[in-house]
């Protein structure tokens, strides 16, 4: 498997668009993050999601994670306002000599290695300065993840929205009692 035999056509923004219109791509399209081009038309940059909600929410609380739970939801529906008459130039993290760029040769090893390097949702490829499209980070687990064996069943959870208790895969309901609090991995 190679980069270009994956790749998959992606949304594109420019280092001038405005910061509002790529949340919203990002939002109306699920999606983990955009490709960056700049003036020239070539890749110039990753914008994760993570990126722009790092924008958006005040260092204050960034920096102090207590502090969110006193923003009411009047407040929260006002965080957009801080990509107002911004462009996504203003949104990326300072520049970085290298890219989260591959090859169209680049085998599913070197595309993880890449992803996994620069924290990166998605790796755009790049073939005779041709952007081919994109690799996201759900596709390529998808293709690394084909042979192996499938989870035991009720072994998966899954969040059940408004019920404070999750439901394995199996379908029973499951108050969580049962899950170790360091399975579920760093938290901060």
Do not use: C
Not at 134 to 151: D, I, N
């Amino acid at each position: 498997m190679r980069a270009r035999d994956v790749a998959e056509p992606f949304p594109l923004v420019t280092v001038d668009t405005e910061a509002i219109e790529a949340a919203r791509l990002l939002a109306e399209r699920r999606l983990p993050g955009l490709i960056v081009l700049d003036r020239a038309g070539r890749p110039h940059a990753i914008l994760p999601g993570s990126q722009v909600l790092r924008f958006m929410i005040p260092g204050y609380i960034q920096d102090d994670l207590s502090l969110a739970h006193v923003l009411d939801e009047r407040h929260a529906d006002r965080l957009s306002e801080a990509l107002a008459g911004k462009t996504v130039q203003q949104l990326l993290p300072p520049r970085r000599d290298e890219l989260p760029v591959v090859d169209g040769d680049a085998t599913a090893v070197e595309i993880a290695a890449v992803m996994a390097r620069w924290h990166s949702p998605l790796v755009a490829v790049v073939e005779r300065d041709q952007l081919l499209g994109a690799v996201t980070v759900s596709r390529l687990l998808g293709l690394l993840l084909r042979g192996s064996a499938r989870p035991v069943e009720g072994t998966v959870q899954s969040a059940q929205p408004g019920t404070g208790v999750s439901s394995t895969d199996s379908g029973r309901r499951d108050n969580g009692d049962d899950v170790d609090p360091a399975d579920l991995g760093p938290t901060g």
